[in-house]
């Protein structure tokens, strides 16, 4: 089965996503995979992001200017910028039944391309009136990019209805510096300038919990896959 499978009266869900190490999409995949053993059609949609500001330093991995690249996005991430960005023909229709959000934290808050989708003119339509989900990935801040995304989404017109987030290992200092190596070199590394440092990115167990979250999820949506005649049950809460 493809992807981009949106059949008929199966449930319908958008996982809508932002990556730059690939570490939303990991967990968009799991989701999926869940969504689909519980009779879901399943939509992924990746968030590309082509301002010209930041193009360069996020066109490629590793960064090359890893300290300077990722401080420089301190200023326009406070100041809520937005940027060019292009959204897949998927994450602008109306019809699903179910919107999951995958926002990386950049400074605390949603990264300068997801927001950029939430606040868009095309995101209304696939928002207004559709319950939506959230999943953070972030090296440890989650709560301030959730509720930030929270916010947007339901601006839009969603109905929340559930988060989840994912953080890397290790305290303040050491996640922070095996972030950074991961950015410098590309590949987790056992020490950044002398110092020890754990594994960066998703913690072994995300899958599981992404594929719970999901399950809850597609549990709330199963309603709508019900004979015609029963009658219709809001899935707004689960
Ligand atoms: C510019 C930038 C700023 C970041 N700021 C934070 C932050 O303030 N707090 C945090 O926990 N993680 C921060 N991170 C780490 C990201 O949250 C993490 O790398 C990201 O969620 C990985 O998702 P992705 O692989 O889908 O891009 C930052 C990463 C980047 C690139």
Redesign the pocket.
């Known amino acids: 089965m493809s992807d981009n499978d949106t059949l008929s009266r199966k449930p319908s869900v958008l996982l809508v996503?932002?990556?730059?190490?690939?570490?939303?999409?990991?967990?968009a995949e799991a989701m999926a995979e869940q969504f689909r053993k519980q009779d879901c059609s399943v939509t992924l949609a990746k968030i590309e992001f082509t301002d010209k500001r930041w193009l360069e330093r996020?066109s490629r991995f590793p960064?090359k200017h890893p300290w300077s690249?990722?401080?420089?996005?301190?200023i326009p991430?406070m100041r809520g910028a937005t940027g060019e960005i292009v959204i897949p023909e998927e994450a602008k229709r109306d019809d699903y039944d179910l919107v999951c959000i995958?926002?990386?934290?950049?400074?605390?808050?949603p990264?300068i391309p997801m927001r950029s989708y939430l606040v868009s003119q095309e995101a209304g339509p696939v928002l207004d009136g559709k319950p939506f989900a959230i999943y953070?990935?972030?090296?440890?801040?989650?709560s301030i990019?959730m509720k930030g995304v929270r916010k947007l989404a339901k601006k839009r017109g969603g109905e929340y209805v559930d988060n989840i987030h994912?953080?890397?290992a290790g305290r303040q200092i050491r996640?922070f510096l095996a972030?950074i190596g991961?950015?410098t070199h590309g590949e987790n590394r056992e020490k950044y300038a002398g110092i020890k440092i754990p594994p960066?990115?998703l913690q072994p167990g995300y899958e599981e919990q992404a594929r719970a979250f999901a399950s809850k999820l597609a549990d709330g949506l199963q309603v709508l896959a019900a004979p015609a005649g029963d009658p219709p049950v809001p899935a707004a809460k689960v």
Do not use: C, D, I
């Not at 690249?69 to 301190?74: I, P, S, T």
């Not at 995958?102 to 808050?109: E, I, K, L, N, Y």
């Open positions: 996503y932002y990556t730059y190490t690939q570490q939303a999409l990991k967990v996020f960064l690249e990722v401080l420089g996005m301190f991430q995958g926002s990386p934290t950049w400074f605390f808050r990264s953070v990935v972030a090296r440890r801040y989650w990019n994912f953080v890397y996640s972030l991961y950015f960066t990115n």
